[in-house]
């Protein structure tokens, strides 16, 4: 009996990057109890929440592979920043850097970054964007990194370059469906067919920010 092969996928994969710090006023703090707290190494049950709760709509999955102990000694290390975004006390998104090239090439990657779903559309995103950018250019890189893909929000890629990220590089991967392979729900929808708060048009760039790590989810 053959072994069945899992459904593609074509990913469009887009590289940012941002060599001088914004010339801006400090990030806006948006009305009520808003607050950005470190997670300094974070629990694996707290990362979970956040990471499939923020993730799951974009088919975040790379780290849905990885066992407590893969995953455990990645939130240890001291070049994993896990920022927390709280609204009244409440989890909202969060934002990771990765600091791992800061000694060798000064470079900090924004490795992943999402609101969850409650608190689209309310002005946060583009905060803890702004937030997150103002935070790597204290730590005094040369250069900042991302990514974005085609499976993110429609509006992503506007806002990382609004907020200053240029694009780089853009390549396409073929990636196994991670709804088939039982990674994610099969009720999740693919870019373009998905049904936001707008509609599928939305191109407001403060609704939401999501980011893959290096090329993978």
Same mark, same amino acid.
């Given at each position: 009996?053959?072994?069945?092969?899992?459904?593609?996928?074509?990913?469009?994969?887009?590289?940012?990057?941002?060599?001088?710090?914004?010339?801006?006023?400090?990030?806006?703090?948006?009305?009520?109890?808003?607050?950005?707290?470190?997670?300094?190494?974070?629990?694996?049950?707290?990362?979970?929440?956040?990471?499939?709760?923020?993730?799951?709509?974009?088919?975040?999955?790379?780290?849905?592979?990885?066992?407590?102990?893969?995953?455990?000694?990645?939130?240890?290390?001291?070049?994993?920043?896990?920022?927390?975004?709280?609204?009244?006390?409440?989890?909202?998104?969060?934002?990771?850097?990765?600091?791992?090239?800061?000694?060798?090439?000064?470079?900090?990657?924004?490795?992943?970054?999402?609101?969850?779903? *409650?608190? @689209?559309?309310?002005?946060?995103?583009?905060? /803890?964007?702004?937030?997150? $950018?103002? &935070? !790597?250019?204290?730590?005094?890189?040369?250069?900042?990194?991302?990514?974005?893909?085609?499976?993110?929000?429609?509006?992503?890629?506007?806002?990382?370059?609004?907020?200053?990220?240029?694009?780089?590089?853009?390549?396409? *991967?073929? @990636?196994?469906?991670?709804?088939?392979?039982? /990674?994610?729900?099969?009720? $999740?929808? &693919? !870019?373009?067919?998905?049904?936001?708060?707008?509609?599928?048009?939305?191109?407001?760039?403060?609704?939401?920010?999501?980011?893959?790590?290096?090329?993978?989810?």
């Amino acid at each position: 009996m053959s072994v069945k092969t899992p459904p593609k996928l074509d990913v469009v994969v887009t590289f940012l990057e941002m060599t001088d710090a914004p010339n801006r006023p400090a990030a806006i703090v948006p009305p009520g109890k808003v607050a950005i707290v470190r997670a300094e190494n974070p629990t694996l049950s707290f990362y979970h929440y956040l990471y499939n709760t923020v993730g799951e709509p974009w088919m975040w999955w790379s780290r849905r592979l990885m066992d407590d102990e893969e995953l455990g000694t990645i939130l240890a290390r001291p070049e994993t920043h896990v920022y927390v975004l709280y609204v009244a006390g409440v989890p909202a998104g969060y934002a990771e850097l990765n600091l791992a090239r800061m000694e060798t090439d000064r470079v900090i990657d924004l490795a992943y970054m999402g609101l969850i779903p *409650e608190f @689209i559309g309310k002005g946060y995103g583009k905060y /803890l964007l702004n937030w997150v $950018v103002d &935070t !790597a250019w204290s730590l005094s890189p040369a250069r900042l990194t991302v990514n974005t893909c085609s499976l993110d929000h429609s509006s992503a890629l506007g806002a990382y370059q609004k907020a200053g990220f240029e694009v780089y590089d853009q390549r396409t *991967e073929i @990636i196994d469906d991670p709804r088939e392979t039982g /990674l994610i729900p099969k009720t $999740v929808l &693919t !870019a373009g067919t998905r049904n936001s708060p707008k509609g599928n048009e939305n191109t407001d760039p403060d609704t939401l920010i999501v980011d893959f790590p290096g090329r993978a989810r």
